[in-house]
């Protein structure tokens, strides 16, 4: 199914392009739970027009990782061309090309990339243009409102729709909010209002209720789910329940949540190797257990296992833990 087929459908929920933590064993436990699509994290052009191992690394996929999305950041015309031939050479199974127009971080914004983006906007209508010359499969793009404020958050993203982009990520916060404070609903609601192509919305869908609101509040076609899912992947099930039958789903039992941190542990280890996979996951624990009591002692366990049978120990004292504190 492709996003806009799932678009078509009511409540679509998007697992958010996250560098550092989008790869292949987060897709595959969020699709567990419903996430209908999903995204690896933002590459970079240039770095994967050299072939950059680690870029390379980050585009691993398999048959069941699909349908996914693809986003590529930078600001080089002549680099993004290449990318995209690069990409259809490798046969490469994503079924939509993303813009990033979004990230704050400042080693990307200083050099006009991602969010600087927000501020030329002639420059961003060109490389959606390349873009859109250039690739085989539509091409979307991902907004912020604006720089510091909202004022032209509507012209931006109808600069992005003439450019030919099929579907525009708008991440309902500024670039100088980074990720913290408000999202401004009625901004988005604007830009939903004034483009005909699907908007998908982002910004603070951390449980069934707030994503409701961004539905309800917003009249956006889809969600992405981004923070609200770290160590917290049925929250796709819960607000997929919510949203079609009102119906709030409690969260998994301490047993569950054990069993799906050892698949999430399990898929680290064949994907990474056994070295890169436990470390990878130590943080994964952190989220898991989020909220708990008592669990300190074993977070700073989890820093310091050094093998997969180990961490399997710290997660079954987990359950004992969990068990002794309710
Ligand atoms: C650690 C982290 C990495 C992110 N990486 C990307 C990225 O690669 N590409 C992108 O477009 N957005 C990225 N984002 C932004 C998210 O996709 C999302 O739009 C943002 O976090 C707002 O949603 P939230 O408030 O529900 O977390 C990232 C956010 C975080 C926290």
């Known amino acids: ?82 990318a995209i031939e690069l990409l259809e ?48 499969v539509p091409v979307t793009v991902k907004m912020r409102l604006g720089w510091d404020d909202t004022v032209k958050a509507v012209d931006i993203a109808s600069s992005i729709q003439d450019a030919g982009a099929q579907v525009v990520f708008v991440h309902g916060r500024t670039k100088i909010q980074g990720y913290s404070g408000e999202v401004d609903y009625p901004a988005i609601r604007k830009i939903k209002k004034k483009l005909t192509i699907p908007i998908v919305a982002s910004g603070n869908i951390l449980d069934p209720f707030l994503a409701k609101k961004m539905f309800e ?56 190797g056994p070295k890169r996979g436990l470390w990878n996951f130590r943080k994964f624990f952190v989220w898991y257990t989020r909220g708990m009591n ?6 700073c366990r989890v820093m310091r296992v050094s093998s997969e049978a180990d961490m399997l120990l710290v997660i079954e004292d987990f359950k004992q833990t969990a068990a002794a504190a309710n």
């Not at 699509?37 to 585009?59: G, P, Q, V």
């Not at 400042?106 to 600087?116: F, L, N, R, S, Y």
């Open 294 to 299: 008592n669990i300190k002692q074993l977070r």
């Open 1 to 82: 199914m492709s996003l806009l087929e799932v678009l078509s459908k009511p409540f679509p929920l998007i697992s958010a392009p996250l560098a550092g933590l989008s790869d292949l064993p987060f897709r595959l436990i969020n699709r567990q739970f419903g996430c209908q699509y999903a995204f690896l994290e933002m590459i970079h052009a240039r770095s994967l027009t050299y072939e950059n191992i680690k870029t390379l690394d980050l585009l691993r996929t398999q048959e069941s990782d699909t349908p996914l999305g693809l986003q590529l950041l930078g600001d080089e015309a002549p680099f993004l061309k290449l």
């Open 89 to 136: 050479k490798n046969k490469y199974k994503h079924d939509v090309l993303d813009f990033n127009a979004a990230c704050p971080i400042k080693k990307i914004t200083c050099k006009g990339e991602g969010a600087a983006l927000l501020k030329n906007r002639r420059k961003l209508s060109s490389l959606i243009k390349v873009l859109v010359k250039n690739s085989k």
């Open 217 to 272: 509040q917003t009249g956006c076609d889809g969600i992405l789910i981004a923070r609200g899912g770290l160590g917290n992947p049925w929250i796709f099930k819960q607000i997929s329940e919510f949203l079609s039958k009102e119906q709030l789903i409690p969260r998994p039992s301490v047993n569950e949540i054990a069993g799906i941190m050892k698949t999430h542990l399990n898929l680290y280890m064949g994907h990474y």
